[in-house]
């Protein structure tokens, strides 16, 4: 009997002491992990801290070398003909937006400015009429006050005034449009013009060199390349502005054509109530 309590004992100390091993390389096995996700976490902070600078190093890198690229190719193109144009490219979006503020500065609203002038009328004040399209910008008001001025001469009279002034009217809005379409052909001709002459460098340079080199042939058609590539570029630029300006003008002068019926019939009211 004392054998076996003697044996029992031993194995429940056996026990203890595998439980306590094995709790024990549990534990440094937990802090190895904790260790490594520490480490990885770390590791991976690092990495992206790296990524962000890298990103913002490379950004204005790109953009410099962007910018240097395309100085590079103005040069290469021959500094003659891509002068030319540039010029044409600033003296062409000098005119567009010289159009561009004088239309926006055209437009105003036509049907309150009509609703005023044919509350005047109604009240049989034709000077207060005048009064607010002297006060008030645009083609349209300068129109109704021209047929104002002959509003007691007739409605013939009247609808003459208003189509001879509003045919003033439509080439103020016109005017400098066709220095626009000047610089939208002049600019790909002058690509072209230079690709000719690049061509007749290339053939100069293979004349002089006595051999067809692909270095020497593809000098002279770089050029010439270059220089059609701009000149489209700033023709393309330029006709964008170009096909506002038109639909601008169109704008304005579908609302003189109203504002010039609505006066007649305002015209044609008053001298029926007289």
């Not at 937990?30 to 913002?56: F, H, L, P, Q, Y």
């Not at 239309?103 to 400015?113: F, H, N, P, Q, V």
């Not at 020497?216 to 023709?235: D, R």
Request: hydrophobic share 50%; aromatic share 8%.
């Amino acid at each position: 009997m004392k054998k076996l309590f003697a044996a029992i004992a031993m194995f429940g100390m056996f026990a203890f002491g595998a439980t306590q091993s094995v709790v024990a390389q549990e534990e440094v096995e937990a802090a190895s992990d904790s260790v490594a996700v520490v480490d990885s976490a770390a590791v991976d902070t690092a990495a992206v801290e790296d990524v962000v600078a890298t990103d913002e190093v490379v950004a204005p890198m790109e953009e410099e070398s962007f910018h240097k690229e395309l100085k590079t190719k103005f040069i290469e193109g021959d500094a003659g003909f891509m002068s030319l144009v540039a010029v044409a490219l600033v003296l062409g979006l000098a005119f567009c937006i010289e159009r561009i503020i004088y239309l926006s500065l055209a437009e105003i609203d036509a049907k309150k400015l009509m609703a005023q002038i044919e509350e005047r009328l109604n009240a049989g004040d034709i000077e207060g009429a005048k009064t607010v399209c002297r006060n008030t910008r645009g083609p349209i008001a300068s129109i109704c006050y021209q047929g104002l001025m002959r509003f007691n001469d007739g409605l013939e009279d009247v609808e003459r005034s208003i189509t001879a002034y509003g045919a003033v009217q439509a080439g103020y809005l016109e005017k400098g449009c066709s220095w626009i379409t000047l610089f939208i052909a002049i600019a790909p001709s002058l690509g072209f013009l230079g690709t000719v002459i690049g061509m007749v460098m290339a053939f100069d340079q293979i004349q002089a060199a006595g051999d067809i080199s692909p270095t020497v042939v593809a000098g002279g058609m770089k050029v010439a390349l270059i220089t059609t590539i701009f000149g489209i570029i700033v023709a393309l630029v330029l006709q964008v502005f170009y096909n506002y300006i038109l639909s601008k003008i169109e704008e304005i002068t579908s609302n003189m054509e109203e504002a010039t019926i609505s006066l007649l019939d305002m015209c044609m009211k008053y001298n029926l109530k007289k």
